[in-house]
């Protein structure tokens, strides 16, 4: 199981920069090569739209398309937190922003947040033009 937490949302003007901080609490028993962390992010009366996401067991990376070259997914073991770093920021990625883990998956990490069973609370983005 995990507990998480986001934070580091809030407003900036287009082209701006933002860091959201995901802290991630892990119980006992699970398997940490297949564990994944991922960031999503929802507009009101849309779907929720996967953005990015890590395996902390190699470090590799995975990127939706309309956020790749601006955005960088990390993680800092020692604090159990992912970090999504958010460069040239546009209006159209105005959302609530959510980190969710999970512990089973044998190969990438999916970015559909359908995979995904442990979710944070979400921290609001928003971009003006």
């Known amino acids: 199981q ?3 937490e986001e934070s580091g949302g809030g407003s900036v003007q287009a082209g701006g920069s933002l860091r ?3 802290g991630v609490r892990r119980t006992p028993p699970y398997i940490y090569s297949r564990y994944c962390v991922g960031w999503f992010r929802q507009v009101p009366g849309t779907e ?3 953005v990015a996401a890590i395996k902390p067991w190699d ?5 939706a398309d309309s956020v790749k070259g ?10 159990n937190t992912v970090y999504l770093q958010m460069n ?6 105005t959302a609530m922003y959510y980190c969710a883990a999970d512990f089973s998956f044998y190969g990438p990490c999916p970015i559909a947040s359908s995979n995904y069973h442990y ?3 979400g921290t609001q983005v928003t971009v003006s033009s």
Do not use: H, M, V
């Open 48 to 50: 929720r739209e996967g």
């Open 88 to 93: 040239s920021l546009k209006p159209e990625d």
């Open 59 to 63: 470090n590799s990376t995975y990127y």
């Open 119 to 121: 979710w944070g609370q």
């Open 70 to 79: 601006r955005f960088t997914i990390s993680q800092d073991n020692a604090k």
């Open 2 to 4: 995990a507990q998480l």
């Open 20 to 22: 959201l901080s995901c």
